[in-house]
C-alpha cells in the first residue's frame, strides 16, 4: 500500500489519547447514575457491563480509519473489466488453409473466435477485422454474437499478410474522431483540391502520447500465422496503439520456422515472424501467446478472455475508509440507543 499524502501518517500518534481520555472520563465519573426507562435496560446494563464499552470502542476504530483515509491510501486493485470493445483481427491469408492445425489453421482459428465470444460478457461489444493482402471491417463494434459468428463463418482468403494495416483498421474503428485513414497512410494523402462546395478533408487528429496500455475502454486481439508482406509497418501501427493507450493480445498460429503441406499437396514455405509479433505485445502493453494445435489455440482465447475481463489499477481507497468509518459511527450510535437510550 502506497500513500499519496504520507505526511497525515504522523496523526496517527494522537490516536493513542483518545483511549486514555476515555479511561480517565470513566474514572472521573466514578459509577455514574443513570436513569433507564424500564427494569430491563437495568438488568442488561449490569448483566453485561462489557456493553457500556462496545460503542466507543467503534467510535475509536472509525477515527483510526478516517486518519488513515486522510493520508489517501492507494493500492493494486483488481478490478471488473471496464473495457467496452474488442476488436478480434484475425489473418486471412492463404497460408491459413495449412493442416498443420486441425483441421486447419482457419477452421481451428474460426471455432477458437467463436469460443471466445460464447464466453465473453454479453455487455461487451465486439468488432471483427479480417486482413490479408486487403483489410476489412468484416463486423462493426456490437453486441449481437450471432451477427459476429456469421461474418467469422463468411471468411474469404488471399494472398498478402498486412499485419500493420489490420492494426491502423482496428484503431480507425475505436478512434473514428482521431480520422485515421488507411487509404492515405497506405498511398499517401490526396492532394486534389476540394470540389465547390465540399469541406475540405480532415486532418488526422494530432494526439497527446499517453501511457501504453493505459486506456480501459479498448482492446485489440491479433491472429497471425505470417509475417508482413505488404502494407503499413508493424511496428509504425504498433506505435500508433501504444500513443493511445490500446493494448494489442497477439496470437502466432503454426510453426515459427519451416514448411507445410497445403490442403492441394502443394508445399509451402512458412516463417511466423514471432520477434515482431512479441515486439508488438511489449510496446503496447499486451502479450504474445503462441499456438502450435488447435488445442492450444482454443486454450490461449479462453485465457485470454478471462484476462481481458479484470483488470489491476492502482486505486485510491480514501472513499472505501472513509465509508466504512461512517458505517461504524452509525452502528455506534444505533447500539447506544439500543442498549441505554442514548446517542452517547
Not at 492445425?101 to 461487451?124: G, M, T, Y
Not at 509475417?227 to 490500446?246: E, N, S
Not at 515482431?276 to 502493453?285: F, Q, S, Y
Amino acid at each position: 500500500m502506497n500513500f499519496l499524502w504520507p505526511q497525515l501518517l504522523w496523526l496517527m500518534l494522537a490516536l493513542p489519547l483518545l483511549p486514555a481520555l476515555y479511561l480517565w472520563l470513566l474514572r472521573r465519573r466514578g459509577k455514574p447514575a443513570l436513569r433507564y426507562s424500564n427494569l430491563e435496560d437495568v438488568r442488561a446494563a449490569v448483566g453485561r457491563p462489557w456493553r457500556r464499552h462496545v460503542p466507543p470502542a467503534l467510535l475509536l476504530l472509525a477515527c483510526s480509519l478516517l486518519v488513515l483515509a486522510l493520508s489517501r491510501p492507494t493500492a493494486r486493485v483488481t478490478l471488473p473489466w471496464a473495457r467496452t470493445t474488442i476488436m478480434l483481427a484475425m489473418d486471412v491469408s492463404l497460408s491459413m488453409r495449412v493442416a498443420d492445425v486441425q483441421p486447419s489453421r482457419l477452421v481451428a482459428a474460426q471455432e477458437a473466435a467463436k469460443l471466445f465470444l460464447r464466453e465473453l460478457p454479453r455487455h461487451i461489444d465486439v468488432g471483427l477485422v479480417t486482413f490479408a493482402g486487403s483489410t476489412q471491417v468484416a463486423q462493426q463494434a456490437t453486441l449481437d454474437r450471432d451477427s459476429l459468428v456469421g461474418a467469422i463463418d463468411a471468411f474469404q482468403m488471399q494472398r498478402g499478410t498486412a499485419i500493420g494495416n489490420a492494426i491502423v483498421m482496428c484503431l480507425s474503428e475505436l478512434f473514428p474522431e482521431h480520422g485515421i485513414d488507411l487509404g492515405d497512410m497506405t498511398f499517401g494523402a490526396r492532394k486534389l483540391a476540394p470540389r465547390a462546395g465540399e469541406a475540405e478533408k480532415a486532418a488526422p487528429k494530432q494526439i497527446d502520447p499517453v501511457a501504453p496500455g493505459s486506456y480501459g475502454a479498448a482492446a485489440i486481439i491479433l491472429l497471425s500465422d505470417g509475417r508482413r508482406t505488404m502494407g503499413i509497418d508493424t511496428l509504425q501501427a504498433a506505435k500508433m496503439a501504444a500513443d493511445r493507450g490500446v493494448r494489442i493480445y497477439v496470437v502466432g498460429l503454426g510453426v515459427v520456422d519451416g514448411e507445410a503441406s497445403m490442403d492441394d499437396g502443394m508445399a509451402m514455405y512458412l516463417k511466423l515472424d514471432e520477434p515482431t509479433l512479441r515486439e508488438v505485445a511489449r510496446m503496447t502493453g499486451g502479450e504474445y501467446h503462441h499456438a502450435g494445435t488447435a488445442e492450444m489455440l482454443r486454450s490461449v482465447y479462453r485465457d485470454l478472455g478471462s484476462r481481458v475481463q479484470v483488470q489491476t489499477r492502482e486505486t485510491e481507497l480514501t472513499a472505501l475508509l472513509a465509508g466504512v468509518a461512517a458505517m461504524l459511527v452509525l452502528v455506534a450510535m444505533v447500539l447506544s440507543a439500543r442498549w441505554f437510550g442514548r446517542l452517547g
